[in-house]
């Protein structure tokens, strides 16, 4: 069984940065797709941003093109999230995510094991 534990949030003015990170143990960390998801109150969970088991191909969805980073560390068996530029509108739960595949998707039912999440705000 895999478990996810995800750190890093909090609350940050706007046009700053904060990277979460999600540790991961249990099954082979380095064959799985990871993806970052996030989910405001009263709106549905969104993928964030996703890469492959070895790093070489990224999903970002158009609202955080050039503003977050994914990135993993397979030694460390760790997935993180760069955010920069962070505005209102990135406030939510973010929940790092494992698919049992190498390759990144950003349908969230692709994705079986996920963290507990933690929470981002962002004030104007």
């Known amino acids: 069984q895999v478990l996810l534990v995800e750190s890093g949030g909090g609350l940050m003015q706007a046009g700053g940065s904060l990277r979460l990170s999600c540790a991961a143990s249990g099954r082979t960390f380095s064959n799985n797709a990871m993806g970052w998801f996030r989910q405001a109150p009263g709106k549905e969970r969104e993928v964030v941003a996703a890469?492959?088991?070895?790093?070489?191909?990224?999903y970002y969805t158009d609202s955080v093109k050039g503003r977050f980073t994914i990135s993993r560390d397979n030694a460390k068996n760790t997935v993180y999230l760069h955010m920069d530029s962070l505005k209102p509108e990135d406030t939510a739960a973010y929940y790092c995510?494992?698919?049992?595949?190498?390759?990144?998707?950003?349908?969230?039912?692709?994705?079986?094991?996920w963290g507990q999440g933690t929470q981002v705000t962002v004030s104007s």
């Open positions: 995510a494992a698919r049992p595949r190498p390759w990144y998707s950003y349908v969230a039912s692709d994705y079986d094991v």
């Open positions: 890469i492959s088991w070895d790093g070489s191909t990224r």
